[in-house]
Nanobody, 114 residues
Framework: QLQLVQSGGGLVTPGGSLRLSCTASGFSPNSMYWYREFPGKDREWVAT????????RYADFVKGRFTISGDDAKRTTYLQMNSLQSEDTAVYYC?????????WGQGTQVTVSS
């Protein structure tokens, strides 16, 4: 069974940090992605990591604040989020595409509020 299991997230005050993790089971991903979703809107791409090469890409709105990393052996990706602001409040999803099959994690709520 192809599955992505997320952990992390929660409530943080503005300027704080959180780390999300996502582990694949049933497959070994070459690349992993993070997206986020605001109520009533489509998911937007946040970051990508190509696990074998270690190369990364980021959406402009998170550059310098978020860091994606990965452990190929553990089939896990992490999203370290620093300097969080209220506009980062969303449900965060990890994604992978084993054999072209789009697979999503269960989603993790991140709430930035004082």
């Amino acid at each position: 069974q192809l599955q992505l299991v997320q952990s992390g997230g929660g409530l943080v005050t503005p300027g704080g940090s959180l780390r999300l993790s996502c582990t694949a089971s049933g497959f070994s991903p070459n690349s992993m992605y993070w997206y986020r979703e605001f109520p009533g809107k489509d998911r937007e791409w946040v970051a990508t990591i190509h696990l074998g090469e270690g190369t990364t890409r980021y959406a402009d709105f998170v550059k310098g604040r978020f860091t994606i990393s990965g452990d190929d052996a553990k089939r896990t990706t992490y999203l370290q989020m620093n300097s969080l602001q209220s506009e980062d409040t969303a449900v965060y999803y990890c994604n992978a595409r084993p054999g072209g099959i789009t697979t999503w994690g269960q989603g993790t709520q991140v709430t930035v509020s004082s």
